[in-house]
Nanobody
């Protein structure tokens, strides 16, 4: 599966952004879909994931602020980010895998990745 992210940009503290991940094939029945973020010098961090049954998982740092969702008909997985803080600034990546333990949000479990979209909060 090929993944293409969009929706990143610059936003003020407290603002919101919606990231989108367009998949080349239907993923809702077969793939765990996840969002990760990376800041140079740090490990890639799992942010949120959504399993094939629609169950969602979030990192503690984003719970209550970020929402992951699928639009199965459009093959899009979105990440709505609200109450953004400077520490949310990072390159955000969409990822997919058929066999990942979705709730663990481990980047090593995901085989398919997009090219990333930059989010800057200031």
């Amino acid at each position: 599966v090929q993944l293409v992210e969009s929706g990143g940009g610059s936003v003020q503290t407290g603002g919101s952004l919606r990231l989108s991940c367009a998949a080349s094939e239907y993923t809702n029945n077969n793939y765990c879909m996840g969002w990760f973020r990376h800041v140079p010098g740090k490990e890639r961090e799992g942010v949120a994931s959504i399993d094939t049954d629609g169950t969602t998982f979030y990192a503690d740092s984003v719970k209550g602020r970020f929402t992951i969702s699928r639009d199965a008909g459009k093959r899009i997985v979105s990440l709505l980010m609200t109450s953004l803080q400077p520490e949310d600034s990072a390159m955000y990546y969409c990822a997919a895998d058929r066999d990942a333990w979705c709730g663990l949000l481990r980047h090593a479990d995901f085989a398919h990745w997009g090219q990333g979209t930059q989010v800057t909060v200031s």
